[in-house]
């Protein structure tokens, strides 16, 4: 399969605001160019929450059909322990059941959740917990028809939360006997901060030849991608835009073109979903097809030129893009700028530099012109 056939296949998105009802979700989605879109069904931060009226459904459903967005999950509560010891436990249960719930009458296929922390019990004991709340709730649900997948998601292992290794959420598969309505989600930026490295082709076969044994490539239903603002294994869990942390633009390269994973979405998590998404979502696309990832630049002009430009100017360019090829393309916009090259100096980050200097990610250049009479 060739990449760009693998990037026309897989639906990909973002975890999308609700901030205007669940409905929003899908059409803001649909606007950046997501066909997959993630979302809370209900408020991540508060154990209550009012059933999903009529019209709210109504309108999700009727919004799926008008954008056309493939694939929907939603991400459950962050309160939810489903390992937990104490009185946690049943309200984690009882608020779990109200997400597959949500996510039934909204015709959402899964619902990715945390596996949970030990919260100081024995690591044994929180498994146990985290199995036995699964089972029970999986036998409920099924015996209600409910259709709903759990998505179990790895974790950074930050604190004590379980699912950092591999072996557990293998562990937890096996024991309720690979149930059909049971997978797993694969973040990449906490795999990374857990310790399973991806930055090179060799790390990443490594990783998910790691991951096929503990876990099997068929359980995974939902990618998330990060990257990470923390090194290798260090535990700490911090979304960075693609490119921009740890792991690097290159390390998305072979996940996105494995096509075992043709048909899994991908789903960002990045930060500044208004600003950020549309251009971490256009980086994933790039990167899948093989193409050269762009980098933003800020362009600030200066002198004369600031009459016309008051404003920075930002600007994607093909990675690798020199400042000489930028101003090439901006007096192709404009005719007033087609004096840059021949005239101007330019600054990067507050440094001179020549015109066959490159350009990297998210720097500043300004536009200086000549001193009027010098
Ligand atoms: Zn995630």
Partial sequence: MTPEHTALQRPMGAHMPVSGGLHTSLIAGKAIGCTAVQLFTANPRQWQNAPLSGDAVRAFREAQEATGVRFVCAHASYLINLAAANEVLERSRDAFRAELERARQLEIPWVVVHPGAHAGQREDDAMAHLI??????????????????????????????????????????????????????????????????????????????????????????????????????????????????????????????????????????????????????????????????????????????????PAPCVLMVPYGATVRELAEQLAAQDVRLSDLLQYCRFAMDTEYVTPDSALVSDCELAVLPPVSGG
């Fill in 132 to 309: 036995e709340s699964l089972q029970r709730i999986l036998e409920e649900t099924d015996a209600q028809h409910n259709p709903v997948g759990i998505a179990l998601e790895t974790t950074a292992g930050q604190g004590s939360t379980l699912g950092w290794r591999f072996e557990q959420i293998g562990a937890v598969l096996q024991a309720l006997g690979k149930h059909p309505r049971l997978g797993a989600c694969m973040d990449t930026c906490h795999i990374f901060a857990a310790g399973y490295d991806l930055r090179d082709a060799a790390s990443y076969a490594a990783t998910m030849a790691a991951f096929d044994a503990h876990i099997g490539i068929e359980h995974l239903k939902v990618i998330h991608a990060n990257d990470s603002k923390k090194p290798l294994g260090s535990r700490v869990d911090r979304h960075a835009h693609i490119g921009a942390g740890e792991i690097g633009a290159q390390g998305f390269v072979p996940l996105l073109q494995d096509a075992r994973l043709a048909s899994v979405p991908v789903l960002l998590e990045t930060p500044e979903a208004r600003k950020m998404h549309a251009i971490n979502l256009q980086r994933l696309r790039c990167l899948a097809d093989g193409q050269p990832l762009e980098v933003q630049v800020t362009v600030l002009f200066f002198g004369h030129y600031r009459d016309y430009y």
